[in-house]
């Protein structure tokens, strides 16, 4: 499994969009499942954007914190996540593709103070449940780096990107906080979208850290996760999406690299001890 943690800065640099598309066009192998916690302590974007308020405010984060007071946190998790798979899709499942809302109220991260340590160990060590077979995306909101919730999250995370658009004012935006999860997490890549005048190189030049993966700028196609505006015929198959789509990939690839690389190493065949090497 792989857990990625997504971050955005000032500016509404697309990260919530972006983790949409991810969990859209994740790969799944037979057998296996994504989630997208939308974590955000400023509000969640899903339940009144792409879902237009459907679901009102049944499902989401917010519900988790009592369960959390009384240890039934893992039991709560699973009722409060909403089925996102594609309903015309001949090789998905349904609850392939799940979503967990986040607030609806910015005043209710007050009370989640007791769930975020608790709820990054649940998303990391996901697979040892009875449940299993899940990779998880983890929305850190436009706050990135900051406050309680994002650092336990984003240090528990197999890999974290920063999601910025190639203009100036928000790369300028987005130094802070790729320095604040680079101090934390020593590991963190770029999501770019392409909207600006910089390419790839100058953005890595500039920020320090490498870019994983460059996503289009498609403001029609954007609006559709952003604000389920009327789905095109053929969304899937946009640039937007490919580009997606190959991201997932890459952001997979990266986070098996880093977790092979952290993981506890024989120190030879004689079986001479062991060499832990902490996050």
Not at 30 to 44: N, S, Y
Not at 51 to 57: E, M, V, Y
Not at 128 to 139: E, M
Not at 150 to 179: F, G
Request: glycine content about 10%; charged content about 20%.
């Amino acid at each position: 499994m792989s857990v990625i943690a997504l971050a955005g800065c000032s500016g509404a640099p697309g990260v919530t969009t972006t983790a949409l598309a991810l969990l859209l066009t994740w790969p799944l192998e037979p057998g296996r499942k994504v989630i997208l916690a939308e974590c955000d302590p400023d509000g969640g974007a899903v339940l009144h954007g792409l879902l237009q308020g459907t679901l009102g405010d049944r499902y989401g984060l917010r519900n988790l914190s009592v369960a959390a007071r009384k240890g039934e946190l893992q039991e709560a998790f699973w009722r409060q996540l909403i089925d996102l798979s594609s309903e015309d899709s001949k090789t998905e499942s349904p609850r392939d593709r799940l979503l967990l809302p986040g607030l609806t109220d910015p005043a209710q991260a007050a009370g989640l103070g007791p769930v975020w340590e608790p709820l990054a160990d649940m998303l990391t060590g996901i697979d040892a449940l009875p449940v299993h077979g899940h990779d998880v995306l983890i929305d850190l909101g436009r706050s990135g780096a900051f406050g309680p919730s994002s650092v336990v999250l984003a240090q528990h995370a197999d890999a974290v990107v920063v999601v910025v658009r190639n203009t100036l004012r928000c790369l300028q935006a987005a130094q802070p906080r790729v320095e604040a999860l680079e101090e934390r997490t020593g590991d963190v890549g770029l999501i770019v979208i392409d909207e600006g005048p910089y390419p790839a190189g100058e953005v890595q030049r500039v920020l320090g850290v490498p870019v994983v993966a460059t996503l289009p700028y498609a403001p029609k196609e954007a609006r559709i996760l952003s604000d389920g505006a009327e789905q095109a015929r053929h969304f899937t198959k946009t640039a937007l999406m490919k580009a997606a789509r190959t991201t997932s990939a890459l952001l997979v690839q990266r986070a098996a690299t880093r977790k092979a690389r952290l993981a506890p190493r024989h120190a030879g065949p004689a079986g001479g001890g062991r060499v832990s090497h902490a996050r």
